[in-house]
């Protein structure tokens, strides 16, 4: 009996920490990561789901170092990085990441107009209206609720898996590419890699992540259940993303042109499963491309009000009103504007925009990390719960491999570059 109950302490103190880790990396499959994801499919088919499984252990590994340093510290990153590297780099870092992130919410937005016309609603609606939810449900909403309203809408995540089985792919081929390295040594491989690593670990969601934990105030006696939440979000949101993946390579691979795949929104790869898989599963496609659309639009301007305001020691968290944090609020209100405006101009050019803040974000984020490693190491900021020598050594992989195909990308821009293709 006794055994029994100290398993439902365990149970309910898990549920109760639960939330930040699955949020940040549910949310880390937006609008950019799906149509990320589905032109890694389309264009290579299965060959980068072996760069997704390897780079999933990162995304663990560097999702608890930014959960450990926020329960143990109850301060965010950008809070952090100000006190070790002062303003000047601070600031530095900030302007990357809100052009980087302006970009994505319109992103966003793009992606829930695209969603919703798939069941026949304009986006002159869509935009607006979703703008003006999303604000009423953070700035009147406590952190409780609008935590549990963001894991609700990630539960929409699950219909990417049923239309990555209603095209029914070659199994033995998802396998081969899942387990095999199949470089390709061209320009648009080494751009979609690490537009790939770029929307699987963004910096956003590092700021998000350990800002959420510090707001949440998780006592450190409760960090290895706040590992176990941003480990389960990491592992959950990469297996909505082989499936994005499998569904798009499976249905498109071969069968479209470069032209094409440069001009192919999220809601176009949606569409373009009818032929395949029939249109329940371009349907479900288009839900789960809203609903992902509505978190990103929620959590990336939030994850840029935690930076920017924790970067200059500004008042902060959903659970204040607008007069005490105005700043904070205004950060968020003001990416939220220019996301569902952008929806609304003609002639914005959303789907380059799309890609493009992609690989911005995996070009900002070796710097992010290399302050994480510094950070997360010293004694000072964390005491006894310094990295151990296997999560150092994957995160100095990925900045390293991050740093590698970037070097390649450049290269291959090279005239006469044999990777120029």
Not at 136 to 163: A, C, D, F, K
Not at 341 to 366: R, Y
Request: cysteine-free; glycine content about 10%; aromatic content about 10%.
């Amino acid at each position: 009996m006794l055994g029994r109950l100290r398993r439902f302490r365990r149970l309910f103190i898990l549920l109760a920490v639960l939330g930040p880790g699955l949020i940040t990396s549910n949310a880390d499959n937006d609008a950019g990561g799906i149509a990320t994801y589905s032109q890694a499919g389309a264009q290579f088919g299965f060959k980068l789901l072996v760069l997704l499984i390897v780079i999933t252990i990162s995304l663990a590994v560097v999702n608890e170092m930014g959960a450990r340093m926020g329960v143990v510290t109850g301060k965010g990153l950008a809070d952090l990085i100000r006190e070790r590297f002062g303003v000047r780099g601070t600031t530095f870092v900030m302007v990357l990441l809100v052009f980087a992130n302006a970009v994505t919410t319109m992103a966003d937005f793009a992606g829930m107009a695209a969603g919703a016309e798939l069941f026949g609603i304009t986006k002159y609606l869509t935009a607006p209206v979703m703008a003006l939810v999303i604000f009423l449900i953070v700035v009147r909403g406590s952190y409780p609720v609008v935590e549990r309203v963001l894991i609700s809408i990630g539960l929409l995540y699950i219909t990417y898996i049923v239309s990555g089985l209603l095209v029914h792919p070659d199994w033995a081929a998802v396998a081969r590419g899942s387990l095999i390295p199949q470089v390709v040594p061209t320009r648009s491989y080494f751009l979609i890699s690490i537009a790939v690593i770029g929307t699987t670990i963004t910096p956003w969601m590092q700021f998000y992540l350990q800002g959420a934990v510090a707001d949440k105030g998780i006592p450190e006696e409760q960090l290895a259940y706040s590992r176990a939440d941003v480990v389960l979000g990491s592992f959950i949101t990469d297996f909505i993303a082989f499936f994005i993946i499998v569904a798009t390579g499976a249905a498109l691979y071969g069968h479209l042109t470069a032209a094409q795949l440069s001009n192919m929104a999220a809601g176009d790869y949606a569409r373009a499963l009818v032929p395949v898989a029939g249109h329940f599963a371009a349907l479900l496609f288009g839900a789960g491309l809203f609903g992902a659309s509505v978190l990103g639009g929620s959590v990336v301007p939030l994850s840029t009000a935690y930076a920017v305001t924790e970067a200059f020691g500004w008042e902060r968290g959903v659970g204040l009103r607008f007069g005490e944090a105005p700043a904070f609020f205004g950060i968020f209100t003001g990416l939220l504007v220019v996301g569902a405006v952008a929806v609304l101009l003609p002639g914005v050019p959303l789907v380059p925009l799309i890609l493009f803040s992609q690989d911005v974000n995996g070009l900002i984020l070796p710097a992010i990390l290399i302050y994480m490693l510094v950070l997360v190491n010293d004694r000072r900021v964390l005491g006894k719960h310094v990295n151990g020598p296997v999560a150092n050594a994957i995160s100095i992989a990925t900045v390293g491999l991050l740093i590698t195909l970037t070097a390649l990308l450049i290269f291959s821009s090279l005239p006469g570059s044999p990777l120029s293709a």
